[in-house]
């Protein structure tokens, strides 16, 4: 009976002492494997980037913009006027889709909005909350291009427009901490293919920019070499927006003056002291030479004294914030 | 250590409450915490378990709710273009359209700005004549009342009359125009027989042509007109006076004396912002040596006699008593003067002297409540002194304008009514039903009416006893037209169609005028243009009127003013009527007649003297009160005989004449809607056709007491007490006389011509100078700066009422940095601004001119709107928490009581100051520093900036400011209804970006400034400099010089305007570029009565002010000396 009892009754195996400890383990370590997956599923990363709403009409960006070449202006003719980029009327579709597939099946809502006067409601992509005030006019006019935060929306079709950066406020600040990739020459900002393809007119265009600059026709421009055009571009504002460099030494000199004064191959600069009269008209002459050597020195005078526009001032929580 | 010496002051108290002044323990309380009265306990009204779990359970809810915000996308927006977009818009800019209001018949030219259709943000018109524009000049500052600035809350108010009504009583069902068009189908084809219109003042072009073709359509028909504050006083006085119907347009600017005899001319008035312009560009003659003077005459504290050099405190009754003893004095006999008080023929003499010696440049003015009797001897002093033409003007009325006086328009309209001859009455606008004289018992006759229509655009008093209701339209959705008080035509031009089913009044008395239109929607345009085409403005000239906003050379003609042979005679035979004690009844300051009552902003601003929020009183001076056993809050019943009684609060009112009682209009309503109903008390009930400007009236206290809620102890800067803020007071509002103002800039000329020519002291700074190479301009400005510095330190300005030696005089102790001495800072400033290369190109300041500054209110209001800033109500007001950004310090100034013994002091003899108080954006700001979250940091162009989205809502920020201007949200406002005291109101319960949706009213929210965040529950807030009109401007800039169309980043002065400094009739508020050496705010800054408040700190703030400059007689100089 009791060996029958034996047999019968299921015993564990001793392994199975670690079940319950390796659980344990398990489960600690799933917690922060949980931490990590959460952040990530609600980080805009995630959230937001690729979003595309399907669209009550199926424009194609690719067909209009990469296709046929039309300027972003063309239809969003507010960009570089106001903090807003307008969305098209009916009349901008109607002044070409009148003549152009005017029976298609596709535009039946447009032509139902140009008969009844109402609105063709569209989806909104690129949504900022409330409380973040992003103006176009601010970016267009100041060499930032549209593709730095829509995206190649000249590659993108029929089925809508999605969300190609997480716009989130990292994002923000990460270009706003560092703008100069993102600078681009003032003609170039609607080009959306700028530097992946490069034309001859454009290598000589960014050849008076930095010059010396490596490039080759059909090639791409590298990180580096964005920057180096984004930067060349800041100073050369800086220069104009500060005027004569004169203004940088209007006040007795520290040691780093001295310094840099002395760079600038400038003598009788004094600790404690102001600059002699000579010295300033010297300083004044550089403020707008052009031999390369010395408006190198210049340039780094300007961007190390200078950044405010760069750093300081692009990250006033006022710039986004009111 | 310097003490409080209080018999240095010669004997003056600052203050802003009687509270404050006898240091009574409850102040003291109030003073120990800035959030007063936050009591959580209280908040749980009985803090029942139940109550708690509830609490509970809704804070776990939205935290959890909140915390998921996250979990997905925000909710999904459409975007919905044009079909075909109006030429010349650009989506996301305003646009701006020249139009104008009328209130009570007159127009205020104005300038709506429109955000993609939707009128958000009103502005005065600087092209407009009045405000310095005309043809051919450039201006860019267009001043705009306190009323004009609300008026865009009511544009978007869902308490509107929505829908046609009709019925009797409360029992009316929604209708349609088409049926009311039906049921009066037959009047309007009749002659007019037992017809009657009551109008509010038609003076509008287009007004007066439709009453016309109404009349010879309906010859029987009749019409009326009724303002409950109106001018018939001066229309009947100038009559008396001059045998015909003139209006007077005074220029203050180059006067030498103004004198007012119960009118308050810079607030009060009608065209109030001419008068305020001129007198502000009087007192800025100081500064060249052109010193002005006005006298005030009045009972009780208007905004203007807050400001006047001198001032007399007399019952309603003796106006024209005292105006006689002035008349008699400059040899005009116009009746016996039997002034009984000394200090009155003191006044009455000396005011008669200084009139004399200025004769032809000076401005005596006569209030709107005022008889006839006072106007036409005050308009006979301005003939006698040759004021005519210089500093007055009189403006002859076109014809069909005041036909009648608007106490006979409805003294005749209700005696008809009561005879039965009126069947239908079409009542336009106006509320007779609430504002009508009190014995015509016009809503007895009202129910004598078959047919009573009223088109208003509030459900009304009138309303409830009218057969039909028809809903009117804003002004910014119909058009029409108006005439400003010079007379100059304005055409309203509407914005938006109308939001709600509702006509133009002038739509309506069009449509019963046979004028007929394929679409109604268009009647109203249709007719303006009628009336102009019809005086050949067409084409052209019809479209530079509306661009514009007005029509050239529209203006009243000036009339010559030939004085009337009987006039003297006239005016003798008027007897003025007085009693022990007299009530004044007044437009309120906010509500006006009553009819802003439905304004919650108007509500919530606090009253310019009182202080009141939501509220009237009766304003009883101090040493009455003590003698009558009145206490603040007691309510009495004020009663004029004849059954005419009401019962008010009391609110103890330094300045108030003794045995008088100011009661504002306009309050006490109870058919208002949500808004107004139930606030205040209704001082109508004590208006005859006897009484309508005052009343003998005999009080009688009752056991009941009205809670009052003032704000004048709220956000007090000084929170040690009673003794340092005494002597502290007239340090933060500063006020020098003109005699030693000018003594000290003679001081400073001749001590600088001395220095200058000090040989040895020139020739000391230049040889340091050269030792360290500095440059040759550097060394001028040196020199200048050691003059200065110097003069400064030996000549103090005498501001009134600072003790000599006061600490709060004191310079700030120097301290050295790396070899170099410095004024001692209490914290290092975030940025760099001293050093040209480490700050931005811009530094923004403000000054602000106290001694332009009349404390009108109009800033508020203005910031209010433009910043999407709430109101709370009244509960939460008396828990200190109303949230507007700028606010108005008010203090009384009077004789210190002694032994805290109130009696001593005569109260009706005060004075007042006012501060205007906002963020002062210091650069080395306290706030900053404690803040845990960096919510709320410094920008590199000196604006102390808030980040909401940052903000945890510790309020550490608020308790370390010193200035306290920073406001905190306890709730959500805009979804909160202002007498909501519950603690769940606006409450929502879900995900927090669908609040404004779910929560905030869809009209309301039509109405929201798109540039400006509108703030949840939990954040603190405050002055931004109106950042977004900032950004308006040098993102442009900024643009243009990239691209290369301009070669500077600096900004035209004057093209950033803050919505306060926009709105100020007076220009008190300076803005703009620091860095700029040119601009007016840097000039400002660095005027000798410029200072800053509590320079003790150092905080280095951007806001200045500018030391008031009184200028009383000699005589009062005396008599405040003993």
Same mark, same amino acid.
């Given at each position: 009976m009791a060996d029958a009892e034996k047999t019968n009754v299921f015993v564990f195996p001793k392994w199975a002492n670690y079940i319950v400890p390796l659980l344990l383990l398990g489960g600690m370590a799933s917690v922060p494997y949980k931490i990590l997956l959460a952040g990530y599923a609600l980080s805009p990363q995630t959230l937001n980037v690729n979003y595309q709403p399907e669209q009550p009409i199926p424009y194609s960006h690719e067909l209009h913009v990469g296709q046929l070449g039309m300027d972003c202006r063309y239809c969003h003719t507010s960009v570089d006027k106001a903090k807003f980029a307008a969305i098209p009327p009916t009349g901008t579709c109607m002044n070409c889709h009148t003549a152009i597939h005017p029976e298609s099946p596709n535009l039946e809502k447009l032509r139902e909005s140009w008969k009844k006067g109402t609105p063709v409601e569209w989806k909104k992509v690129h949504d900022l909350p409330d409380y973040a005030y992003f103006a176009h006019d601010a970016h267009v006019n100041r060499g930032v291009s549209c593709v730095s935060c829509h995206g190649r929306v000249d590659k993108m079709g029929g089925e809508g427009v999605y969300q190609a950066k997480s716009l989130s406020m990292g994002w923000c600040l990460s270009c706003h901490r560092d703008p100069a990739p993102n600078i681009r020459p003032l003609d170039q900002v609607y080009n959306l293919n700028w530097g992946f393809n490069l034309r001859p007119s454009e290598i000589a265009q960014i050849k008076t920019i930095v010059p010396g600059m490596e490039l080759s026709e059909g090639g791409k421009l590298t990180d580096d070499q964005r920057r180096a055009i984004g930067e060349a571009l800041i100073v050369k504002r800086e220069r104009r927006q500060r005027g004569k460099l004169s203004s940088l030494f209007s006040v007795p000199l520290s040691e780093s003056h001295v310094r840099e004064v002395t760079a600038l191959k400038i003598t009788g600069a004094r600790e404690g002291y102001w600059l002699g009269a000579d010295a300033l008209k010297k300083l004044d002459a550089l403020t707008f030479s052009t031999k390369v050597e010395e408006r190198a020195a210049v340039d780094a005078l300007l961007l190390s004294r200078y950044n405010l526009r760069t750093h300081q001032k692009l990250q006033d929580c006022s710039t986004c914030h009111r | 250590m310097p003490s409080v010496n209080q018999e240095s002051q010669n004997g003056k108290a600052y203050w802003s409450s009687l509270d404050e002044l006898v240091d009574a323990p409850q102040f003291q309380e109030r003073l120990k915490s800035e959030f007063s009265d936050y009591n959580p306990e209280e908040i749980v009204a009985s803090p029942s378990r139940r109550s708690l779990l509830k609490l509970m359970g809704a804070s776990m809810a939205l935290a959890g709710v909140g915390g998921m915000t996250g979990c997905r996308r925000w909710p999904e927006r459409k975007l919905a273009p044009y079909t075909v977009r109006p030429e010349g818009h650009v989506p996301g800019l305003p646009s701006y359209y020249a139009t104008a209001m009328e209130l009570g018949g007159v127009a205020e030219p104005l300038l709506a700005a429109s955000f993609d259709g939707r009128p958000i943000k009103i502005e005065g018109n600087p092209a407009h004549p009045q405000n310095g524009g005309g043809v051919g000049k450039k201006n860019k500052f267009g001043p705009s009342g306190l009323l004009a600035q609300a008026s865009i809350l009511s544009m978007w108010d869902p308490h509107r009359a929505q829908k046609v009504k009709s019925g009797k009583g409360d029992k009316k069902v929604e209708s349609s125009w088409s049926k009311f068009e039906e049921a009066v189908k037959d009047v309007a084809a009749s002659d007019g027989y037992r017809f009657a219109v009551l109008s509010e003042a038609v003076v509008s072009p287009s007004m007066v042509r439709m009453r016309n073709v109404l009349k010879a359509k309906m010859p029987k028909a009749q019409w009326y007109e009724y303002e409950p504050v109106n001018q018939d006083g001066e229309v009947l006085g100038t009559q008396m006076a001059f045998g015909q119907k003139l209006r007077a347009k005074y220029n203050i600017a180059h006067a030498k004396v103004v004198a007012c005899f119960d009118a308050d001319l810079l607030a009060g008035y009608p065209g109030a912002a001419i008068n305020s312009a001129s007198y502000a560009a009087m007192r800025r003659g100081v500064d060249e040596g052109h010193v002005g003077r006005m006298y005030c005459v009045d009972s009780g504290f208007t905004v203007t006699s807050t400001n006047a050099d001198e001032r007399l405190a007399v019952k309603p009754s003796q106006v024209l008593t005292l105006v006689r003893a002035v008349a008699k004095e400059l040899g005009l006999d116009v009746g016996t003067a039997g002034l009984e008080e000394a200090a009155h023929r003191k006044f009455a003499r000396k005011l008669a002297e200084e009139l004399k010696a200025n004769a032809g440049a000076c401005v005596i003015a006569a209030g709107m409540d005022q008889s006839a009797a006072v106007h036409a001897t005050v308009a006979l002093l301005n003939e006698k002194l040759g004021n005519i033409g210089k500093t007055v003007d009189y403006l002859k009325l076109d014809a069909g304008i005041a036909p009648m006086s608007h106490a006979e328009g409805i003294q005749q309209v209700t005696a008809a009514m009561n005879a039965g001859d009126v069947h239908s009455l079409l009542i336009l606008g106006g509320n007779p039903a609430y504002d009508a004289p009190a014995d015509l018992e016009f809503v007895e006759a009202l129910e004598k009416v078959e047919t009573p229509i009223h088109v208003t655009e509030y459900e009304n008093e009138t309303s409830v006893g009218c057969e039909w209701v028809l809903p009117r339209s804003h002004y910014l959705e119909a058009w029409g037209d108006a005439r400003s008080w010079d007379g100059t035509i304005s055409i309203v031009q509407p914005l938006v169609?109308?939001?709600?089913?509702?006509?133009?009044? +002038?739509?309506?008395?069009?449509?019963?005028?046979?004028? $007929?239109?394929?679409?109604?929607?268009? +009647?109203?345009?249709?007719?303006?243009?009628? !009336?102009?085409?019809?005086?050949?403005? !067409?084409?052209? $000239?019809?479209?530079?009127?509306?661009?514009?906003?007005?029509?050239?050379?529209?203006?009243?003609?000036?009339?010559?003013? %030939?004085?009337?042979?009987?006039?003297?005679?006239?005016?003798?035979?008027?007897e003025s009527v007085g009693g022990d004690i007299e009530v004044s009844l007044r437009a309120d300051h906010r509500v006006y007649d009553g009819r802003f009552g439905v304004n919650g902003w108007l509500q919530e601003v606090p009253d310019p003297l009182t202080k009141l929020t939501w509220d009237n009183a009766a304003r009883v001076n101090i040493n009455d009160a003590m003698e009558w056993g009145l206490e603040q809050n007691d309510v009495i019943k004020v009663d004029a005989g004849d059954g005419r009684s009401m019962n008010a609060a009391v609110y103890l009112m330094p300045g108030q004449a003794r045995g008088t009682i100011s009661v504002a209009l306009g309050y006490g309503r109870t058919q208002g809607g949500y808004i107004a109903n139930g606030v205040g008390f209704n001082a109508y009930q004590l208006r005859t056709m006897k009484n309508l400007g005052s009343a003998v009236v005999k009080i009688e206290k009752t056991t009941r007491t009205h809670r009052l809620v003032t704000t004048q102890d709220h956000h007090a800067i000084d929170r040690v007490g009673l003794r340092e803020r005494l002597d502290r007071a007239a340090v933060l509002s500063r006020r020098i006389t003109e005699t030693d103002y000018a003594h000290h800039r003679d001081e400073w000329k001749k001590f600088h011509d001395k220095k200058l020519a000090d040989k040895d002291f020139i020739d000391s700074i230049k040889a340091k100078a050269a030792k360290v190479n500095m440059p040759e301009e550097k060394v001028k400005k040196l020199i200048e700066h050691k003059i200065h510095y110097e003069f400064h330190h030996e000549h103090h300005m005498h501001f009134e009422g600072v003790a000599k030696h006061s600490m709060y005089m004191l310079h700030v102790p120097m301290m050295e940095t790396e070899g170099r001495k410095k004024p001692l800072q209490l914290f290092e400033a975030p940025v760099n601004f001293d050093d040209p290369s480490k700050s931005s190109e811009y530094r923004w300041g403000m000054a602000v001119d106290l001694n332009t500054c009349i404390g009108c209110n109009s800033c508020v209001v203005a910031c209010q709107a433009e910043n999407n800033v709430p109101i709370v109500g009244k509960?939460?007001?008396?828990?200190?928490?109303?949230?507007?950004? +700028?606010?108005?310090?008010?203090?009384?100034?009077?004789?210190?009581?002694?032994?805290?013994? +109130? %009696? !001593?002091?005569?109260?009706?003899?005060?004075?007042?100051v006012h501060l205007p108080v906002t963020c002062s954006h210091c650069e080395t700001a306290p706030c900053e520093q404690v803040c845990p979250v960096a919510a709320t940091t410094h920008d590199s162009e000196g604006l102390n900036v808030m980040v909401y989205n940052r903000c945890i809502g510790t309020r550490y920020c608020s308790n370390n400011c010193p200035f306290k201007v920073r406001r905190y949200n306890y709730f959500d406002w805009h979804a909160k209804k202002p007498k909501d005291s519950s603690i769940f109101a606006g409450t929502h319960l879900g995900f927090p970006d669908e609040q404004q949706e779910a929560k905030v009213d869809q009209v309301t929210r039509l109405g929201f400034n798109p540039e400006v965040t509108v703030r949840m529950r939990g954040v603190m807030e405050k002055c931004t400099f109106c950042l977004q009109r900032i950004k308006a401007h040098t993102i442009p800039a900024r643009n243009e010089f990239v691209s290369g169309k301009t070669d500077t980043l600096r900004l035209e002065d004057g093209l950033i305007q803050p919505a306060c400094a926009q709105a100020c009739s007076t220009r008190s508020i300076a803005f703009g570029d620091l860095n700029d050496e040119n601009s007016e705010v840097s000039k400002l800054q660095k005027d000798m009565r410029a200072y800053e408040l509590l320079p003790e700190q150092n905080l280095r703030s951007r806001s200045k002010y500018l030391a008031r400059v009184i200028n009383p007689s000699k005589d009062g100089k005396k008599k405040e000396a003993h």
């Open positions: - | 169609r109308p939001i709600f089913e509702s006509r133009s009044a +002038l739509a309506v008395v069009g449509q019963f005028a046979g004028e $007929t239109v394929a679409n109604h929607a268009d +009647l109203g345009y249709k007719i303006v243009r009628k !009336t102009y085409s019809g005086v050949g403005r !067409t084409g052209r $000239t019809w479209k530079q009127a509306l661009h514009d906003g007005y029509v050239v050379n529209s203006g009243f003609a000036k009339a010559s003013a %030939k004085v009337a042979q009987d006039s003297a005679a006239k005016i003798k035979a008027v509960d939460e007001v008396a828990r200190g928490r109303e949230m507007h950004w +700028l606010r108005i310090d008010r203090y009384f100034i009077t004789d210190k009581p002694k032994d805290r013994d +109130l %009696k !001593t002091t005569d109260f009706s003899t005060a004075e007042s």
